[in-house]
């Protein structure tokens, strides 16, 4: 099995900065793609970033003038550096990790962005 550990989620006001970690652990198979989701009451989980092992990024159109997705050099711990925080961005944050042909997911980190 594959572990995730996220971490970084807090509250903060309308305009700050958060960074978000998430280390991935375990009985890792390969190592492929890492990125996260969010998910807000009553909505879908939505893309907000992720990045494949060779780097290539892909960031939600709304977000990536803000938003920034890294990975370590061991490509197991992916970071979501989020500047300019906004109402909007208020949801759980997930990680997740795709080996073999299963993505594995994080708990969830909550992020509160408030006015």
């Known amino acids: 099995q594959v572990q995730l550990v996220e971490s970084g989620g807090d509250s903060v006001q309308s305009g700050g900065s958060l960074r978000l970690s998430c280390r991935a652990s375990g009985s890792i198979v390969s190592i492929g793609d890492m990125g996260w989701y969010r998910q807000s009451p009553g909505n879908e989980r939505d893309l907000v970033a992720r990045m494949s092992v060779s780097n290539r990024t892909t960031i939600a159109d709304s977000l990536k003038d803000r938003f920034t997705i890294s990975r370590d050099n061991a490509k197991t711990t992916v970071y979501l550096q989020m500047n300019n925080l906004k109402p909007e961005d208020t949801a759980v944050y997930f990680c997740?990790?795709?080996?073999?042909?299963?993505?594995?997911w994080g708990q969830g980190t909550q992020v509160t962005v408030s006015s």
């Open positions: 997740y990790f795709r080996s073999g042909r299963r993505n594995y």
